[in-house]
Nanobody, 125 residues
Framework: VQLQASGGGLVQAGGSLRLSCAAS????????LAWFRQAPGKERVFVAA????????AYADSVKGRFTISRDNAKNTVYLRMNSLNPEDTAVYYC???????????????????WGQGTQVTVSS
């Protein structure tokens, strides 16, 4: 599985961005796709995840109501729509793929086997 993240950039506080992660190499309904982020000097943390086959979603409390994760099966792409951005959202955002655990999508990085290269999101105040 290979993942290619894109869509980052510089945006003012209150603005929006949409990140994309193109997946190749065999993503199917038994996979979960997730976004994590890592700010300078901090550990990588969970942002959002979904089951590729549909029906399961998870969000970090810090982004609930502002971020939306979605997928386009035909394009093998997962998206992260980010609204009402604030400077605390500044980080490198990574997409990840891993086996789907029955009943829930994982929010821990070690559950994901494949990682994209990251895309920088910078929110100015």
């Amino acid at each position: 599985v290979q993942l290619q993240a894109s869509g980052g950039g510089l945006v003012q506080a209150g603005g929006s961005l949409r990140l994309s992660c193109a997946a190749s190499g065999g993503i199917d309904s038994d996979y979960a796709l997730a976004w994590f982020r890592q700010a300078p000097g901090k550990e990588r943390v969970f942002v959002a995840a979904l089951r590729w086959g549909g029906g399961r979603y998870a969000y970090a409390d810090s982004v609930k109501g502002r971020f939306t994760i979605s997928r386009d099966n035909a394009k093998n792409t997962v998206y992260l729509r980010m609204n009402s951005l604030n400077p605390e959202d500044t980080a490198v955002y990574y997409c990840a793929a891993g086996p789907y655990t029955i009943g829930a999508v994982s929010t821990t990085a070690r559950a994901y086997d494949y990682w994209g290269q990251g895309t920088q999101v910078t929110v100015s105040s």
